[in-house]
């Protein structure tokens, strides 16, 4: 991973840039020369035309992977891909590596008021059955847990910190593509430039997520409830209070970016969890590689045919096998790069 890419401290908030391509929009260092989009890979980022700014960060999650543990996870991405295309290695795909910082909101929030719920409560029920063994009739105890359910009602005071709520339109397919980030680890960023890498800018604001929140909020206070009531599960749940001191946390999760060329220098990009190490993006197969083995097992299977033509062998049968199998690889690939292909870009 390049200096630039990871060692940034630039004082200066940087510059805003968007992409033709995929639209996103993105605050580049201003120390930085032009780069190609890191999300898409398909445009060089350009100025942004639109009103768009980077609102005050509080919290930073920052990376947690190193240089070496970067490289293993890489390899562990690229193995098992059927005949790789010679650019998507581990040493290549390390070079190319950007840190894109990537927009959430977390809330936090007091709840105080009434609540009305109706609880599940487990109670066995104790019956008998009659079976023939041994030529005569016996009974057999039967156990079974049935569930009651019953009302309650209450009132709670709870505070609630760090619900997570979407700040990109593409929150729920990245976390689905990268899984889930320790936001723990997160600490009160002094300024903008503690950031280091690009920062990608949200597209969904607080005044759109109230409503959201609020039902999450509620969530975490009906689970509570049920636990103090000691119920097993839960039927329906209202709060009736207030949500007092909401306070909305701009917050930045760490991803890794990177990409490969195929045969025909087409991009793919890979990302990458820089908390957790998990890659996502398709590993696309050399058909290049999968007709040179298919050349050269067509080579052995001529010869082969030969030998045994000279042998006076019965070769129809044994020839037609030996050029069928000679196909596998280019079959293996082009089944191999229509499934990674199907895949969804990285979100």
Partial sequence: MSEQTMNNLDPNP????????????????????????????????????????????????????????IRLNLQAFCKGAAFPVPDLNPETLAQRMLLINWPVWLTD???????????????????????????????????????????????????????????????EERLSQLGPYDLGAAYVSQSQSALQGLSQIGTIMPDNLEDSVKRQFSSLAAHDCQKASGAQHLKSFTFYGEFKNMHWSHAMLPML????????????????????????????????????????????SIVLMLILYLAKQNIFICASILIILSFIPLVRAASWNKKEKAKRPLA
């Fill in 109 to 171: 929030s007091d709840l105080s008021g009434e609540w009305d719920a109706t609880f599940g409560y487990d109670y066995e029920v104790e019956s008998s059955r009659e079976q023939m063994g041994g030529g005569s009739w016996s009974s057999q105890k039967v156990i079974k847990t049935r569930v009651k359910d019953e009302p309650r009602k209450g009132f709670i005071e709870r505070h609630y910190d760090n619900v997570l709520s979407p700040a990109l339109h593409s929150h």
């Fill in 257 to 300: 970016s990177t990409y490969y060329e195929d045969d025909d220098g087409v991009r793919y990009v890979v990302g990458m969890n820089a908390q957790t190490g998990v890659s996502y993006g398709p590993r696309i197969a050399s058909i290049k590689k999968a007709w040179l083995l298919t050349g050269i097992l067509l080579a052995v």
């Fill in 14 to 69: 940087g510059r805003i840039e968007d992409c033709p391509s995929c639209k996103r929009v993105f605050q580049v260092p201003l120390n930085w020369q032009a780069i190609v989009c890191p999300a898409c890979q398909q445009a060089h980022l350009q100025p942004s035309q639109q009103a768009s700014h980077m609102p005050p960060i509080e919290l930073i999650v920052p990376p947690k992977l190193d240089h070496n543990a």
